[in-house]
């Protein structure tokens, strides 16, 4: 009795080593990047922004330079397609200099829109309240 006890235990202790294993396995960090550009070609930026499938935190990093003065917003826009408008999904605090670093929990339409291509980076500033730049944010 002693045996089978020793047995099943072992039995369930590997069985929980690899469901562990199979929910680290299907964990994602996927790495997408944006390049900014504006009207003017002093104006540009990039941003590298990871995304965590299990915890669904987005983190990025956002460098920038040329741009006519202290950028006074940033967001993520979207969904849309490269070129086209959206309003703010959401909003990246702090960016009066560069490098911007933050990161936000996503919803499920958000990470999906975001996998998808369908958001963009916007820097805006006092002389272009529309934005500055901005960059599609890709795999």
């Not at 540009?44 to 006519?68: C, E, F, M, P």
């Amino acid at each position: 009795m002693h045996r089978m006890l020793s047995y099943i235990s072992l039995v369930g202790l590997a069985l929980a080593a690899l469901l562990a294993a199979a929910s680290v396995a299907s964990a994602e960090t996927v790495q997408l990047k944006a390049d900014l550009k504006g009207s003017s070609a002093a104006a540009k930026g990039d941003a590298a922004v990871t995304y965590d499938t299990t915890s669904k935190q987005a983190t990025w990093r956002i460098n920038y330079s040329g741009l006519s003065g202290a950028p006074t917003a940033a967001h993520f826009h979207g969904p849309a397609q490269p070129g086209a408008n959206a309003g703010v999904a959401v909003p990246i605090p702090n960016p009066a200099t560069s490098p911007v670093q933050g990161s936000a929990t996503l919803n499920e339409a958000q990470a999906a829109d975001l996998l998808a291509g369908r958001y963009y980076i916007n820097i805006h500033t006092a002389a272009n309240p529309g934005g500055e730049i901005r960059g599609q944010v890709t795999k």
